[in-house]
């Protein structure tokens, strides 16, 4: 039975360390979650900054954190991210500039599979009936912080595809030996949706530097939903100019 399993890592395509695997390789399911969201506007400057030719900028950028139950990775698990619209030629999506995780396995196969920008991070929630309060601290910093008050029944927004750009440098340091731009369908089932206000605050550590790289025109929306949620496998969409 050992042998067996031995021989399925080494024959199947399995993440490293090769005959010991830390995550699957398929599509990623998650049900019984909850995601709070705030949607804004990015400045003409700050889409400038995120993202890499040739993807072309959209209009709208959201940040969101999920709790998610039922995963691949365990009964249950924080995830977040920082999105901006883009598109490219007949591709229209979000383009993901930081994702953060407190799952070791997720965090390798978001950056391993799809390109995510994944990090390890620890996260705060609490939800008092229509108020919302959550953040993401890194190296004892609050990166980024979410206040949303709950008004009213609220619309999932179909963002497209999820957009990444795919990066592994090159073991001399010199280039990168992986350089490509990444697509993948997300499926979402809405059970429950609320909307109203939101507030994001930005902040900064020595590897996130989120107050620097971020400036939003406006705030649009603050949204809370529970949702199953299935991240597909992907296709490369683009070589980026870097």
């Keep these: 039975m050992i042998s067996q399993v031995v021989t399925n890592a080494m024959t199947d395509p399995v993440s490293m360390p090769h005959q010991m695997p830390l995550h699957p390789i398929k599509s990623l399911k998650y049900t019984d979650s909850e995601m709070i969201q705030v949607v804004f506007t990015p400045t003409a400057a700050c889409m400038e900054r995120i993202l890499p030719k040739p993807l072309q900028p959209g209009l709208l950028g959201g940040a969101y954190l999920a709790k998610f139950r039922n995963t691949p990775f365990g009964d249950e698990m924080y995830e977040a991210a920082i999105v901006v619209q883009c598109t490219y030629k007949e591709h229209f999506g979000v383009y993901t500039l930081v994702m953060y995780t407190d799952n070791d396995p997720s965090c390798a196969s978001h950056r391993e599979v799809w390109g995510y920008p994944a990090k390890m991070a620890e996260f705060k929630w609490e939800h008092d ?114």
Excluded: C
Aim: charge should be negative.
């Design 129 to 242: 009936d229509n108020e919302i309060e959550a953040s993401i601290h890194r190296g004892g910093e609050t990166v980024l912080d979410f206040e949303i008050e709950l008004t009213g029944p609220g619309d999932w927004i179909d963002t497209g595809d999820s957009i990444n750009l795919k990066l592994i440098p090159s073991v001399d340091g010199k280039g990168y030996d992986v350089k490509q731009i990444t697509a993948a369908k997300l499926d979402a089932t809405i059970h429950e949706g609320q909307g109203g206000e939101g507030k994001l605050t930005f902040g900064n550590s020595p590897w996130d530097p989120l107050d620097k790289i971020m400036e939003l025109e406006n705030i649009i929306a603050g949204m809370y939903f529970k949702l199953d949620l299935t991240a597909n496998l992907g296709r490369v969409i683009a070589e980026p100019e870097l």
